[in-house]
């Protein structure tokens, strides 16, 4: 099996950096698929997180993780608007959290494929 | 603007201020607009108080090269050297004062423990080797700042830490050079018999370090100092204060080349290493030799010292390990 960030989306920059965020790797991909839907401000993307995933980011995490995102150049921002700030996902964003769920699908699939053959389906 | 808002808005400015000034200029106005829609949603919240406050202190940890995230190398270099010289400093006053302490009993009489005796020779030696790598790192920073300083655009950036940092030394300078005339020591000759250090060092260091004082606690026998003594050790600390805030700016805002940077990363971390050698003479004195008579004698104002030396040395170890490895030209680790 391949290393946890040794498959899809090696060589691209910025690919499988999710890994470095530690305890904001989760953040981070909840802003990162968000933002692979749109470009987004900061309440925008905390109601879109909110409605696909059912976690509300508290402003200092959110901030945080954006801070780290656009420093690692996965997302960058865009002109102002109104003193909000939307945000749009890199190439090199895209390719870290292609990286990044494929790796969470490779860990799925092996959990539910134990999970059918030892506990059935439910 | 409606009333509400208007509060809002100034809730919003209140809460970031947990948050340093260049990360406030970055994102403040789209920070504040967030939190004024949320507060709008959900008026009071402890818990998003709580996370505000913890994500602006990890931006001033972050701006402080200690996390080790997303400052670029020179900047996480600068911010390790800034953050490693305040906490030479917090480790440099406890120490001293311990050390000056000690200097004292050993001039009336040399210590009767072994203990006591490695662990004077052991700080002495480290206070030394660190007094050589301060004045080594001072240097090519007074030479950087003082070229900078007759250039006009970096004049600006810079006459401010530069003044903080001439004021502060200037006081601790001559307000110790002043108090230390009583020091009571057995002073008077440029070599204190039977003692370590020269009498004008040990008396220079303890007039430095007069604040650090299990007397703040005994206000009926503080009262019974001289009031200039009082107020040198209220101005004293003070003035290191400013001193180190002038000079972790002029760190900061310096267009230090990548040598210069990594010389003075690699004097960070000898420095560390000097400030553990004296952490362990001094935890020698306080844990094993602090029964002595006297000034050997360690009491709870030593322990709480050997705390904040520990706090700070881990600080500066941190900094410093960060700054290395981020210094231009060092090898990837």
Redesign the interface.
């Known amino acids: 099996m391949a290393g946890p960030r040794g498959s899809a989306g090696d060589g691209a920059p910025g690919a499988g950096t999710l890994g470095a965020f530690g305890r904001y790797a989760g953040p981070a991909t909840l802003i990162l698929s968000s933002l692979a839907g749109g470009t987004k401000h900061g309440y925008a993307l905390t109601k879109d997180v909110e409605a696909f995933s059912g976690v509300r980011l508290a402003p200092g995490t959110l901030y945080e993780a954006l801070s780290r995102l656009e420093g690692q150049g996965l997302i960058e921002a865009l002109e102002s608007q109104d003193r909000r700030r939307p945000y749009r996902l890199t190439a090199a964003g895209a390719a870290a959290l292609r990286a990044h769920l494929d790796d969470q699908r490779r860990v799925a699939d092996v959990g539910l494929r134990r999970l059918a053959s030892n506990w059935g389906t439910s | 603007m409606t009333a509400s808002r208007e509060a809002s808005a100034r809730r919003a400015a209140r809460l970031l201020r947990w948050y340093p000034a260049p990360?406030r200029a970055?994102?403040g106005?789209?920070?504040?607009?967030?939190?004024i829609?949320?507060f709008a949603e959900q008026p009071r919240s402890w818990?998003?108080a709580a996370?505000?406050?913890?994500?602006?202190v990890?931006?001033r940890l972050t701006r402080a090269g200690l996390t080790g995230?997303?400052?670029e190398p020179a900047e996480q270099v600068r911010a390790g050297l800034a953050t490693a010289a305040c906490a030479l400093a917090a480790f440099l006053a406890p120490g001293i004062a311990m050390w000056a302490q000690l200097t004292i009993g050993w001039d009336w009489a040399p210590p009767a423990a072994g203990g006591a005796t490695i662990a004077m020779v052991t700080m002495t030696a480290a206070a030394a080797l660190l007094a050589v790598l301060a004045l080594l790192a001072a240097a090519p920073l007074a030479w950087s700042a003082a070229r900078s300083l007759r250039r006009r655009p970096a004049r600006r950036a810079l006459r401010g830490p530069a003044l903080l940092a001439a004021v502060g030394t200037a006081v601790l300078a001559v307000g110790s050079h002043h108090f230390q005339n009583a020091w009571p020591g057995t002073g008077a000759h440029p070599w204190a018999q039977p003692g370590l250090v020269p009498a004008g060092v040990a008396a220079f260091s303890w007039a430095a370090t007069l604040s650090v004082s299990a007397y703040w606690a005994h206000p009926a026998a503080l009262a019974a100092f001289p009031a200039a003594e009082i107020a040198w050790m209220a101005v004293s600390p003070a003035a290191l204060i400013i001193a180190v805030t002038g000079v972790a700016g002029l760190v900061r805002r310096l267009d230090l080349s990548p040598r210069i940077l990594r010389y003075e990363a690699w004097l960070a971390s000898s420095a560390g290493a000097a400030m553990a050698v004296f952490l362990a003479g001094a935890c020698c004195w306080v844990l094993v030799a602090g029964s002595g008579p006297g000034l050997f004698h360690a009491g709870a104002i030593d322990v709480g010292s050997l705390a904040v030396m520990l706090l700070a040395l881990s600080m500066a170890q941190r900094a410093t390990g960060l700054a290395r490895k981020s210094a231009p030209g060092s090898r990837p680790q």
């Open positions: 990360w970055r994102y106005d789209e920070f504040a607009e967030l939190l829609a949320e818990r998003r996370d505000v406050a913890r994500g602006g990890i931006a995230h997303r400052l």
